[in-house]
């Protein structure tokens, strides 16, 4: 199956749209030069010991112990839990595009490597940011994932992660407001201004820098 299906050209444009994990206990297929890479001799992209490993790992899941024919191709919705199609035995080429096609109309479109680089780039640059207190850049990190990827049902997962970290510095900006509000009651006016000042300043395009605006204007003259 690996020399006749994989090499064939429809089958790597189907298989790109999912994530191929390739599961065999054989550790004795011995290693081939890829360019400067060197890899299983029959699995490019693998060294045995991962697909020995990946074997008791993903396959104990799927087939009763000890019972796994050999070749099974089964496709799984993007979490992993749950079953879509199985074969057991040679799939063929046009079979397995058929099957990848049919999966991928049921789950969406996924997101492609680049798009989940930029994602994961952005998301830890923010967290950098917003660690290193330059919470500016932190936020305008967290709206780039949502305004690039926000339709794509596939990014919800890194769309929800970069509204967490936004939320998480509105809510530390609220925080600041209430502080700021203390000390305006206890008579220190400049010290209220300066913390909603900042909050104003670093938190554009948050709701608490809007908040931050108004309890400024509302602020007693300083004595
Ligand atoms: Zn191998």
Same mark, same amino acid.
């Given at each position: 199956?690996?020399? &006749?299906?994989?090499?064939? +050209? ?11 994990? $390739? !599961?065999?206990?054989?550790? &004795?297929?011995?290693? /081939? ?8 001799? @029959?699995?490019?992209?693998?060294? !045995? ?11 104990? /899941?799927? $087939? ?16 992993? *839990? ?18 990848? +096609?049919?999966?991928? +109309? /049921? ?10 680089? $930029?994602?994961? *780039?952005? #998301?830890?640059?923010?967290e950098e940011?917003f660690g290193?207190?330059?919470?500016k850049d ?5 709206? @780039?994932?949502?305004?690039? $990827?926000? /339709? ?13 970290? #936004? @939320?998480?510095?509105? *809510? ?7 502080? &700021? ?14 913390? #909603? ?9 948050? @709701? ?16």
């Open positions: 199956m690996t020399s &006749s299906v994989y090499p064939n +050209k429809d089958v790597i444009a189907a298989s790109k749209q999912v994530v191929n994990i $390739f !599961c065999n206990k054989e550790d &004795s297929h011995g290693t /081939k030069k890829y360019g400067t890479e060197e890899w299983c001799a @029959d699995n490019y992209g693998l060294k !045995c010991e991962d697909h020995v490993k990946n074997h008791p790992e993903k396959s104990n /899941k799927h $087939f009763p112990k000890g019972t796994i024919p050999n070749p099974t191709t089964i496709l799984l919705t993007p979490d992993g *839990e749950t079953e879509m199609w199985r074969k057991t035995g040679k799939a063929e080429g046009k079979e397995l595009c058929d099957a990848i +096609k049919e999966a991928v +109309k /049921k789950t969406g479109a996924g997101i492609g490597r680049d798009e989940y680089k $930029f994602m994961t *780039e952005k #998301l830890a640059k923010a940011a290193g207190n330059k919470v932190g936020i305008a990190a967290c709206n @780039d994932v949502i305004k690039t $990827f926000g /339709k794509m049902p596939a990014a919800k997962p890194m769309i929800e992660k970069a509204e967490k970290k #936004l @939320d998480t510095a509105n *809510e530390y900006g609220r925080e600041q407001i209430a502080k &700021s509000k203390e000390l305006s009651t206890g008579g220190d006016i400049e010290g209220a201004k300066a913390i #909603l000042k900042e909050i104003y300043a670093n938190y554009k395009g948050l @709701d608490c820098s809007k908040e931050a605006e108004k309890e400024m204007a509302a602020l007693p003259k300083a004595k």
